[in-house]
């Protein structure tokens, strides 16, 4: 089964949490702290794999994890770092932020890979919060949670050459006389509703790859009949083959179909319409090709048409030495793959935090630096509450309080949690 396109949600691990420990040996008096560091979290990697040709191992995982860090040890040893989950995608796959659909991964080259999450830090043990005015500190830092993110996983296709054309014209055998692929093939439209790929061997050890794309229609370019979703396996390819039924088996008019067609391709998201492109003229065998094949030349006299019997592989070798010649060309170019673009716009530093009022006597504290902060704090001792009370003050966070209106005895809400503010002014 062939799947382009995929929503997930992963989820990198969380850092591992700093111990409190103390240095208890005999003959050393005041052995101090002796907590050691969490590991760092897992990451969430995506790398290509050139044996996969679909994302179809992605369509039932709802949600991916990797590892947390290993809390701290004693000994001032820190904890192993969760081990990174890798996912293993095809050859063209782009990967997107579902929330705000900016771009985070193209993978474009074989063996490429890209962080896709980020693992949690680690939090620090007692031992690095030793100072000559608290050699003895019994507090730790927590590990920091792991990004969490919907993504889009989107595939398209790279290959050398693509077949373009209306529905029934002779891609699929076209691709089945020339590869060993075995596309669908039968009389009837739509045969084809997913890409296939195939690989051409040309005499002299040459070869390429060829992808044959389901038949277009007018109106593609907007999304008619799933337009986007084929047009978009085409962006990538360097040649285009363009198979125009010369036959009119189904009576449509040879002429037109070339035009709506190129119309299709220069309207579509990603001007396809300076790519390579090779004509060939198939089903030249039934009685209405000649006499259309001369109309076509007429109508379109600066274009090389290639004539052709798919079935019978009359004209075959011809349009497969153009179209390695013509690749070769492409090739002696700069590289013809479309790369997804990472868009930088300016966003300004989100606030350290917000305050705001939501009931009598009643004020939230959110924003991410300040849960971030917060979740890595430690209240079950005094030096651990009092380090946090700290940061707040030295963030202004008192302030922005009593300028919303906050006194002494209010109640402070973060998270799940509450606290009574007490004015020390």
């Known amino acids: 089964m062939f799947i382009d396109k995929v929503e997930l949600q992963i989820k990198a691990g969380k850092g591992g949490d700093g111990l409190v420990a103390f240095r208890r040996e005999k003959y050393i008096a005041l052995g101090g702290p002796y907590g ?14 050139t044996h996969k040709t679909t994302l179809l191992d992605l369509r039932y995982q709802k949600l991916i994890k990797s590892e947390p860090g290993e809390n701290g040890k004693n000994k001032l040893m820190h904890g192993a770092r969760g081990k990174d989950t890798i996912i293993h995608v ?30 949690g830090q680690g939090g620090r043990g007692n031992a690095r919060f030793k100072t000559p005015r608290n050699p003895a500190p019994d507090f730790a830092e927590k590990g920091a949670l792991g990004e969490v993110k919907e993504i889009i996983v989107e595939l398209k296709l790279l290959a050398d050459v693509g077949l373009l054309g209306f529905p029934s014209v002779g891609k699929s055998t ?23 790929l195939g690989v051409v061997e040309v005499s002299e050890g040459r070869s390429f790859v060829c992808a044959d794309m389901p038949g277009l229609i007018e ?7 799933l337009g986007h979703h084929f047009l978009k396996h085409i962006e990538r390819t360097r040649v285009l083959i363009h198979i125009i039924d010369m036959g009119a088996e189904d ?9 709506i067609i190129n ?4 309207n579509y998201i990603v001007d396809l ?8 003229a198939n089903k030249m065998d039934l009685d209405p090709a000649v006499e259309n094949l001369k109309r076509f030349k007429e109508a379109y006299p600066q274009v090389e048409v290639l004539e052709m019997i798919a079935p019978i592989q009359e004209g075959l070798q011809a ?9 070769d060309a492409e090739k002696a170019k700069k590289p013809h793959v479309i790369i997804e673009e990472f868009v930088y716009g300016y966003e300004a530093e989100p606030d350290k935090y917000t305050v705001s009022k939501i009931g009598p006597n009643l004020y939230r504290l959110e924003g991410e630096a300040l849960l971030a902060k917060f979740r890595q704090s430690t209240f079950d001792t005094e030096e651990g509450s009092r380090r946090f009370a700290y940061l707040l003050k030295r963030w202004g966070v008192d302030k922005a309080l009593k300028a919303e209106g906050c006194v002494d005895g209010d109640i402070v809400a973060i998270e799940n949690n509450t606290f009574v503010f007490i004015d020390e002014s």
């Open 174 to 196: 076209f691709l089945s006389v020339i590869s060993a692929a075995r596309p669908e093939i039968a009389p009837y439209p739509f045969t084809t509703i997913n890409p296939k």
């Open 273 to 280: 319409s300076n790519r390579p492109q090779i004509v060939v």
């Open 90 to 119: 095809p050859l063209g796959t782009i990967v997107k932020d579902k929330a705000t659909n900016r771009l985070i991964a193209d993978l474009v080259e074989e063996d490429a890979e890209a962080v896709i999450a980020k693992g």
């Open 219 to 225: 109106g593609a370019s907007l999304g008619k009949g």
């Open 36 to 49: 050691g560091d969490g590991g760092d979290g897992g990451q969430i990697i995506f790398k290509v794999d």
């Open 263 to 266: 119309q299709e391709i220069k």
């Open 251 to 259: 009576g449509r008019d040879p002429v037109e179909d070339y035009a």
């Open 319 to 327: 349009i497969l030495y153009r179209a390695a010649d013509v690749l």
